[in-house]
């Protein structure tokens, strides 16, 4: 069982920065992919980016590559995301999830309560 608590968001305005982190708790972290996904108002809910357990491997959505970076520190069972060039569409609230490397929600297990993030314009 691994559970999942994110912190970091907040209100910024286009263009600025904010660094997402996430928290797991259970030994077994540095085992799991890690992944961040988000929903804004009235959208499902999206991938943004993934890590590899090892962090050997990166993978993100196109609507934020070369903006956000995924990284992770397995001695602190923490997973971070690093946004920046932030943009009005980016508001979302942002979920970090454990599980399989992938892009899809069905091949994670288990997921945080997410954090809101908010740009304004």
């Known amino acids: 069982q691994v559970q999942l608590v994110e912190s970091g968001g907040g209100l910024v305005q286009a263009g600025g920065s904010l660094s997402l982190s996430c928290v797991a708790s259970?030994?077994?972290?540095?085992?799991?992919?890690m992944g961040w996904f988000r929903q804004a108002p009235g959208k499902e809910r999206e991938f943004v980016a993934a890590?590899?357990?090892?962090?050997?491997?990166?993978y993100y959505a196109q609507s934020v590559k070369g903006r956000f970076t995924i990284s992770r520190d397995n001695a602190k069972n923490t997973v971070y995301l690093q946004m920046n060039s932030l943009k009005p569409d980016d508001t979302a609230v942002y979920y970090c999830a454990a599980g399989v490397l992938a892009g899809q929600e069905a091949k994670y297990d288990y997921w945080g309560q997410g954090t809101q993030v908010t740009v304004s314009s």
């Open positions: 890590i590899s357990w090892r962090g050997r491997s990166t």
């Open positions: 259970g030994r077994t972290f540095s085992s799991y992919a």
